[in-house]
């Protein structure tokens, strides 16, 4: 049996089970991408993070993640989790230069530290600017897959695509009552997107329906092994573009200021912060934040040699 060191994490709080569970696998050099997605699938959270050496002599170290189902590029609740993972285990300090690198599917991401007492206190990861396109998918069929009233869908704001790194189409509600009431169904991936199913159906209602600069969310992913998401980082810097863009938020010195609370219906609350500069009516710098704790610290014993049915 080989020994993998592990960390668990709650992420996106600092309140021990809440946020988004998350496991950390450390020195994962040794193992397959098979291995890893199997070792995703018995945790079955949301995503595991592998932590290997860099490829890139740049980068701190390297992270690959994993939902039960699939690899992402990159994930936001694996980057900050990671990043404290890290920290607790001495690969980073206070004397740590910040930001660091770190090597995922999308690229370098530069992490900034930011310590208290010589402890982690918070992270902010600099993303990729988000892409948008257009959706024209029928929205009454997509309003019955998620169990409201096409009337729950906001008549004002377009529902979109976009993706720094990972596709989410962002359904903007007419209520808070709607998001509540919202729940996912096997139709929803052909809803949501017939010419590519693995995208995350990203729910939230604007600051003009929750309050100046706070968001709620809930993001369902189903044709990802995740029904539903407590915390989702990869979604909520493109959510926070796309206020700017749509002007829902106040801008102070050409940047936005964002909070997005998510899980609550989960019984697990987080808190995601977003700042968005805009300058010259272009987006030029998206950065999504948090905290995390550790819960657990153990060993994943991995056979030897895995079978066909692993």
């Excluded at 600017?129 to 009454?140: K, L, N, T």
Aim: charged share 20%.
């Amino acid at each position: 049996m080989r020994r993998m060191r592990s960390l668990q994490l709650d992420v996106f709080t600092s309140e021990p089970f809440h946020g988004n569970q998350l496991a950390v696998f450390f020195d994962a050099d040794q193992i397959t991408p098979d291995e890893m997605q199997a070792v995703a699938r018995e945790m079955n959270f949301s995503e595991c993070v592998f932590v290997l050496s860099a490829t890139d002599p740049a980068a701190h170290t390297r992270l690959r993640i994993f939902t039960p189902k699939v690899e992402l590029p990159f994930a936001g609740h694996p980057v900050i989790g990671a990043t404290f993972a890290l920290a607790a285990t001495g690969r980073i300090s206070p004397d740590t230069t910040s930001p660091i690198l770190l090597e995922t599917g999308v690229g370098l991401m530069p992490i900034e530290l930011l310590f208290a007492d010589a402890r982690l206190s918070f992270a902010w990861m600099r993303q990729p600017i988000p892409a948008f396109e257009p959706w024209s998918g029928d929205r009454a069929a997509l309003a019955a897959s998620l169990g409201i009233a096409a009337s729950d869908l906001s008549a004002d704001l377009p529902i979109e695509f976009g993706s720094a790194g990972v596709p989410f189409l962002f359904i903007p509600l007419a209520s808070a009552d709607a998001l509540d009431r919202a729940r996912s169904s096997p139709d929803l991936p052909a809803a949501l997107a017939p010419a590519d199913p693995r995208t995350g159906a990203y729910l939230f209602t604007p600051p003009s329906v929750s309050g100046a600069s706070q968001v709620n969310a809930r993001m369902f992913a189903q044709e990802f092994g995740v029904i539903e998401d407590p915390a989702t980082g990869s979604a909520a810097g493109p959510c926070g573009a796309y206020l700017v863009r749509h002007h829902l938020v106040a801008l102070e010195d050409e940047r936005a200021y964002i909070s997005i609370t998510q899980g609550e219906a989960m019984g697990r609350p987080s808190r995601v912060r977003v700042t968005i500069e805009r300058r010259e009516d272009a987006i030029t710098e998206v950065r999504v934040g948090g905290e995390a704790v550790v819960v657990a610290r153990g060993e994943f014993l991995l056979p030897d040699q895995l079978t066909d049915a692993d």
